[in-house]
Nanobody, 120 residues
């Protein structure tokens, strides 16, 4: 069983930067794909970024967000730059025992989420 715990959310002004982390416990392999999704108030959860042997980003964050992972520490990171108020959401990390994907239903393990709020 894999458990995921996010950390690092908070409040930041527009144009600022923030990093969130996701630490996995349990049996997780470096070949597993991991990803970030987010859900803003009143909206459906949406894909943000994913990482396996490569990375993939939603168009809305491309060029502003970077994703990385440390397989020794079983931790994935999302560095968010040039944040906008529309980036405000609960950010969830997820993992799957398969290749890179941007589809929510492909991921089988999920964290509880961490709030990111960007003030204008």
């Amino acid at each position: 069983q894999v458990q995921l715990v996010e950390s690092g959310g908070g409040l930041v002004q527009a144009g600022g930067s923030l990093s969130v982390s996701c630490t996995a416990s349990g049996r997780i392999f470096s070949t597993y794909a991991m990803g970030w999704f987010r859900q803003a108030p009143g909206k459906e959860r949406e894909f943000v970024a994913a990482i396996s042997r490569s990375t993939y980003f939603a168009d809305s964050v491309k060029g502003r967000f970077t994703i990385s992972r440390d397989n020794v520490k079983n931790t994935m990171y999302l560095k968010m730059n040039t944040l906008k108020p529309e980036d405000t959401a609960v950010y969830y990390c997820a993992a799957r025992p398969g290749p890179l994907s941007a589809r929510e239903h492909d991921f089988i393990w999920w964290g509880q989420g961490t709030q990111v709020t960007v003030s204008s």
